[in-house]
């Protein structure tokens, strides 16, 4: 039988080594591999060059390895929840390479199949295409490094021609994930928002770590139920249904007259 459990989350991400690619899965901070990510700060790996759709916020998910200054690169989608982000980015210590959010999804999608690029009408007449896009500040405030231009083909599309735009796809060293729950062969199901980015992002690394609530004896999970199969998975661990989870941005609303409030906030799922 293939038995893909690790005893710990410190254990299975022991070997990521320093200036590593990893792609993370995570929306907001539904569905942040927070043990992971935690183990991988408590060991000290840094210069890391990280895929994820955002950076977390400043004491949570991504945002406590990028507080500590242990990432070199940042390819996101979006990064607005993150003052240390904007501070490191600004002064020229952090590298970004901003994407748009389908682009970012496609990219770890197609490197996860095998296909080494693609065309899209995403960016197109933008800079995306274009080229110029600030990637690193130089202390001084300028632009140390800026976005190279795109190969721009036109095809035809509903029988008009359209101008599409090349992106190539991500493939990283590692990819650390979250889910629900899996199986000792790598099965995995989601929950709700956590299941945004966290296949695409356990596709494209090389070698993925899974951390799931709950872990169950393979054949437990309905096939036709399964979201991301074990192919794709090498390490898993089991993190417990009360791990820790924040809410990105919680908004409330005035007592109503039977005395109940409502929540709402982009919480890991």
Known sequence: MIDKKWASAADAVADI???????????????NPSALIGALLAQGTSGLS???????VDDWGLGLLLGAQRIRKMTSSY????????????????????????????????????IAAFYTQTGVGTQVAEGGLPRRYAADG???????????????????????????????????????????HGNLIFNKAARNFNPLAAMAGRIC???????VEPGE????????????????????????????????????????????GNGEA
Do not use: M, W
Not at 50 to 56: E, T
């Open 221 to 264: 999970l309905d096939p036709d139920q399964i979201h991301l199969p074990g192919v794709y998975v090498h390490r898993v661990v089991e993190v417990g249904s009360d791990i820790e989870k924040r809410i990105e941005r919680r908004t409330v609303r005035p007592s109503t007259s039977s005395g109940t409030d409502s929540g709402s």
């Open 209 to 215: 770590i899974a951390q799931v609530e709950r872990l």
């Open 17 to 31: 080594p320093d200036g590593a690619s990893l792609a993370v899965g995570g929306f907001g901070l539904s569905g």
């Open 142 to 184: 300028s632009v140390a490094i800026a976005s190279p231009a795109k190969d721009v083909r036109t095809f035809e599309l509903h029988g008009q021609p359209r101008e599409f735009v090349l992106e190539e796809a991500i493939t990283t060293d590692f990819a650390l994930v979250h889910a629900a729950l899996g199986d000792r």
């Open 79 to 114: 990064v607005g929840e993150n003052k240390e982000f904007e501070r490191q980015f600004l002064s020229g210590e952090l590298e970004l390479e901003l994407t748009p959010q389908g682009t970012l999804a496609e990219k770890l999608r197609a490197g996860g199949s095998g």
């Open 50 to 56: 990280v895929v994820s759709n955002n950076c977390g």
